[in-house]
């Protein structure tokens, strides 16, 4: 059984930084994409970043050059370290597998494992 917990979501001034993590557990797949999303209050849940089995990253425009997504193996972890924060960025935030073959895709429907979101708020 697969199951994701995420953790490190705070509340930070503009600007700043934080890294989420999200261990795995159960997780034996070769071939897969590593997802994480957010969703505000009112809002639709929108991808941020995804990490393909080949080493391969996306990630969504308005994160381009401030997110970086990542996974340690020999930890289980993926990561999100996100730099320069904007009020924007702030939203619960969920880290997702897709273990369908094929490029990683920015829909959440195409996730079949979900971690519970950990929560971000970014003051200005």
């Known amino acids: 059984q697969v199951q994701l917990v995420e953790s490190g979501g705070s509340s930070v001034q503009a600007g700043g930084s934080l890294t989420l993590s999200c261990a795995t557990t159960?997780?034996?797949?070769?071939?897969?994409?590593l997802g994480w999303f957010r969703q505000a209050p009112g809002k639709e849940r929108e991808g941020v970043a995804a990490?393909?089995?080949?080493?391969?990253?996306t990630y969504a425009n308005a994160v381009k050059g401030r997110f970086t997504i990542s996974q340690d193996n020999a930890k289980n972890t993926i990561y999100l370290q996100m730099n320069s924060l904007e009020p924007g960025d702030a939203a619960m935030y969920y880290c997702?597998?897709?273990?369908?073959?094929?490029?990683?895709?920015?829909?959440?429907?195409?996730?079949?494992?979900w971690g519970q979101g950990t929560k971000v708020t970014v003051s200005s």
């Open positions: 990490l393909d089995s080949e080493g391969k990253t």
């Open positions: 997702a597998i897709d273990t369908s073959a094929g490029p990683c895709s920015e829909y959440h429907g195409y996730y079949n494992y």
């Open positions: 159960g997780f034996t797949y070769s071939t897969y994409c």
